[in-house]
């Protein structure tokens, strides 16, 4: 994948590396990224161009440019939360943190957006804004609402924003364009089942939840099966079951999680009251009392048409066609990003990664060769738009 952009970025490298790998040694969890935020903060200062805000929606930072008399703006988003994973890599830069880590690659992310704002910074070969958006709390779908719920959009007006994903398991280096529905709108929600605790030989003087929760796992599947077209894409996962951990007892509560994920909104209106009504019936019948926790209301990532042929023409421009594929299947996997594409026009690109782990895997690893590749996709983004 050799041109002229991505050998210039390719000079950028080794700050690159060393920002991705300080990152990697200390992740913090969603929303706690107080640390991250500084650093990333301190990096876009010192290249004495922009003008860094810092505490938006929490830990949210935007580093804005103008260069010329150009009247567009840009936006490109890099998130920097980690997962709380333990690390199963013996890398000279491992995770110092015990059981968090950057098993997503934003770490990654967050060194390819710094390095593309240090090049564009130095060569400013554009004419209008570029606003730099470093996001907290994507995992958790927690940080891009925040941000917008804070003034994203109102603060820093933009025409259009943009952002990346490594994939593994896609060739490297390849940019892969999804126009429309690209990926599932998630709902994390926690369903409490609450009994009456007694001694486990005397089943009869208890009410027990785990029985009750049982029974809702299994009636809880009933709503792909038998509610949703087979032409619809949904996914009701009990990824959580907790309870007591002796066996000689009746417990007082169980804790089910659940990921829902959907990619028409309508189809997630009518999962979601599916779920209300068996959890209330389910509960009922084991003379059970219930609470149901809702997290953040999720959405579809909703990729602009006009948006994404653009972005993929720019690729293709920069990179050769023979590394841009269009029209992909969409994932039922999830991302906050969605939240901004409702404000703001724009594309979210599954850039591969080659062989490995996938994301959220103990043992995945970050390509650091995608480095100069993704900051080089940024400028020519840049560039291109604010000709």
Partial sequence: MKNQLTENLKNLSPNMKEWMEHLHQT???????????????????????????????????????????GGKAIGFRADFDALPI????????????????????????????????????????????IRLIFQPGEETMQGSPAMIKDGLFDRFPLDAVYAMHNIPGLEFGKFHYCEGATMSAVDNWEIELSGKGSHGSM?????????????????????????????????VNIGSFQSENTGNVVPQTALLKLSIRNMDNDVR??????????????AEAFNCKWEIREGVPGTVLMNTPENTKWASSVAKKTFGEENVKDHVSPMMSSEDFAFMLEQRPGNYVLFGSGDGFMVHNPGYVFNQELLPIGAAYW??????YLK
């Fill in 27 to 69: 992740p913090e969890l969603s929303m706690q990224e107080s640390e991250t935020a500084k650093y990333i903060a301190k990096i876009l200062k010192s290249f004495g161009e922009y003008e860094v805000v810092e505490g938006i929606g929490k830990y949210g930072i935007v580093a804005s440019l103008k260069v010329g008399n």
């Fill in 86 to 129: 333990q690390e199963e890599n013996d890398l000279p830069y491992k995770s110092k943190n015990e059981g968090i880590s950057h098993l997503c690659g934003h770490d990654g992310h967050s060194a390819m957006l710094l390095g593309a704002a240090k090049y564009l910074a130095e060569t400013k070969n554009f004419n209008g804004t």
């Fill in 203 to 235: 089943p009869e003087l208890g009410i027990d939840p785990i029985v009750c929760g049982a029974s809702l796992v299994m009636a809880l599947q009933t709503i792909v099966s038998r509610n949703v077209s087979p032409w619809k894409n949904t996914v």
């Fill in 269 to 282: 209106k009518m999962v979601l009251q599916r779920i209300r009504t068996i959890v209330k019936a389910q």
């Fill in 379 to 384: 400028v020519a983004l840049a560039e291109d």
